[in-house]
């Protein structure tokens, strides 16, 4: 089987500055992201010896596991492309992407305040997620707790947020909201809005 690897940022730690430090960057991706990329693989591990006979614990635990640690994996790898550095992130979205929030927010700042909103208000620790069900054709905006997926599946990531304390602590200390309103600063809309017209198909 092909091992889960941690993917390469697209630009460097230093490059979010002023918004997100390059040692909050560093961290989260060399040590957090990874450590998710390490678990997936160690569940997977988990679950082969046990097909083998080998492993007798309970198979509860290795799968909670490996949804933890693959959730995890996942979303940070859409969560780094999502973002580019100020002046090429930032600012309003174009395209498709804009059209689609225009529809269905009535306004671009009314989608920013309600994505804002659910970032602020995840408990404890999670992530704000936009996706877009092509079955409805609408987006829709979760919140995920942790790690566990609260959004129905086969609805793709168009545009994560990590509101883990180690994604902002270092830098916003306790103040979540700053940490969020200053997000906006680096979204990739061009970045969000491929992954729109790829779910859109
Ligand atoms: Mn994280």
Known sequence: MKKYSLPPLPYAYNALEPVISAEIMTLHHTKHHQAYVNGANAALERLEKQRKGENPENIRGILRDLSFNLSGHKLHSVFWPNMAPPGKGGGAPGGAIA???????????????????????????????????????????????????????????????????????????????????????????????????????
């Not at 609408?138 to 947020?161: A, C, G, R, S």
């Not at 902002?168 to 979204?187: F, S």
Request: proline share 3%; aromatic share 16%; no cysteine.
């Open 99 to 201: 059209d689609q929030i225009n529809k269905d927010f009535g306004s671009f700042e009314n989608f920013k305040k309600q994505f804002s909103d659910a970032a602020k208000n995840v408990e404890a620790v999670g992530w704000a997620i936009l996706t877009y069900d092509a079955e409805s054709e609408t987006l829709v905006i979760y919140q995920v707790e942790k790690q566990n997926f609260m959004h129905p599946p086969d609805l793709p990531l168009l545009l994560t947020l990590d509101v883990w304390e180690h994604a902002y602590y270092l830098q916003y200390k306790n103040d979540r909201g700053a940490y969020v309103d200053k997000w906006w600063e680096v979204v990739n809309w061009d970045d969000v809005d491929k992954r729109f017209t790829k779910a859109k198909g």
